[in-house]
Protein backbone atom coordinates (compact mmCIF):
# COMPACT_ATOMS: atom_id res chain seq x y z
CA UNK A 1 0.00 0.00 0.00
CA UNK A 2 2.00 3.39 -0.67
CA UNK A 3 0.94 6.50 0.92
CA UNK A 4 -1.32 7.09 3.99
CA UNK A 5 -4.24 4.58 4.85
CA UNK A 6 -7.56 5.22 4.45
CA UNK A 7 -9.54 4.67 8.15
CA UNK A 8 -11.39 1.19 6.74
CA UNK A 9 -7.71 0.30 6.26
CA UNK A 10 -5.93 1.11 9.59
CA UNK A 11 -9.65 -0.75 11.38
CA UNK A 12 -8.61 -3.92 9.12
CA UNK A 13 -5.30 -3.71 9.68
CA UNK A 14 -5.85 -3.18 13.47
CA UNK A 15 -8.29 -6.38 13.96
CA UNK A 16 -5.87 -8.24 12.52
CA UNK A 17 -3.06 -7.28 14.76
CA UNK A 18 -5.64 -7.79 17.82
CA UNK A 19 -6.66 -11.41 16.97
CA UNK A 20 -3.03 -12.22 16.41
CA UNK A 21 -2.05 -11.06 18.94
CA UNK A 22 -5.15 -12.77 20.95
CA UNK A 23 -4.10 -15.77 19.28
CA UNK A 24 -0.86 -15.61 21.68
CA UNK A 25 -2.56 -15.79 24.70
CA UNK A 26 -3.97 -19.48 23.81
CA UNK A 27 -2.29 -22.90 23.88
CA UNK A 28 0.80 -23.44 21.39
CA UNK A 29 -1.79 -25.80 19.84
CA UNK A 30 -4.32 -23.81 19.82
CA UNK A 31 -2.68 -20.73 18.83
CA UNK A 32 -1.47 -22.39 15.41
CA UNK A 33 -5.38 -23.22 14.43
CA UNK A 34 -6.45 -19.80 15.52
CA UNK A 35 -3.72 -18.54 13.15
CA UNK A 36 -4.20 -20.12 10.44
CA UNK A 37 -7.73 -19.31 10.22
CA UNK A 38 -6.87 -15.44 10.86
CA UNK A 39 -4.67 -16.07 7.52
CA UNK A 40 -7.02 -17.78 5.19
CA UNK A 41 -9.84 -15.33 6.06
CA UNK A 42 -7.84 -12.07 5.58
CA UNK A 43 -6.31 -13.45 2.72
CA UNK A 44 -9.84 -14.57 1.20
CA UNK A 45 -11.15 -11.56 1.85
CA UNK A 46 -8.71 -9.35 0.44
CA UNK A 47 -10.21 -9.55 -3.06
CA UNK A 48 -12.73 -7.44 -1.76
CA UNK A 49 -13.48 -4.10 -3.71
CA UNK A 50 -12.02 -1.58 -1.75
CA UNK A 51 -15.42 0.29 -2.65
CA UNK A 52 -17.76 -1.58 -1.15
CA UNK A 53 -18.15 -0.09 2.39
CA UNK A 54 -20.84 -1.85 2.98
CA UNK A 55 -19.30 -5.48 3.17
CA UNK A 56 -16.07 -4.50 4.64
CA UNK A 57 -18.01 -2.70 7.41
CA UNK A 58 -20.09 -5.85 7.93
CA UNK A 59 -16.90 -8.41 8.19
CA UNK A 60 -15.05 -5.78 10.58
CA UNK A 61 -17.87 -6.12 13.10
CA UNK A 62 -17.97 -10.11 12.22
CA UNK A 63 -14.43 -9.85 13.39
CA UNK A 64 -14.79 -7.93 16.37
CA UNK A 65 -17.37 -10.44 17.22
CA UNK A 66 -14.90 -13.29 16.91
CA UNK A 67 -12.32 -11.41 19.00
CA UNK A 68 -14.24 -10.70 21.48
CA UNK A 69 -15.18 -14.46 21.75
CA UNK A 70 -11.58 -15.51 21.30
CA UNK A 71 -10.78 -13.33 24.24
CA UNK A 72 -13.01 -14.19 26.83
CA UNK A 73 -12.94 -17.99 25.84
CA UNK A 74 -10.82 -20.34 27.27
CA UNK A 75 -11.06 -23.02 24.33
CA UNK A 76 -11.53 -22.73 20.65
CA UNK A 77 -13.33 -23.87 17.69
CA UNK A 78 -13.06 -22.71 14.31
CA UNK A 79 -17.03 -23.03 14.46
CA UNK A 80 -17.17 -20.60 16.69
CA UNK A 81 -15.95 -18.22 14.82
CA UNK A 82 -17.57 -18.89 11.89
Not at 34 to 56: L, M
Request: proline fraction near 1%.
Amino acid sequence: MKGRLSGIQKQVLSLHRSLLRAARAKAPETREHIEQFVKVEFRKNAAIDKKNYQQIEYLIRRGQKQLEMLRTSDGFSVVELK
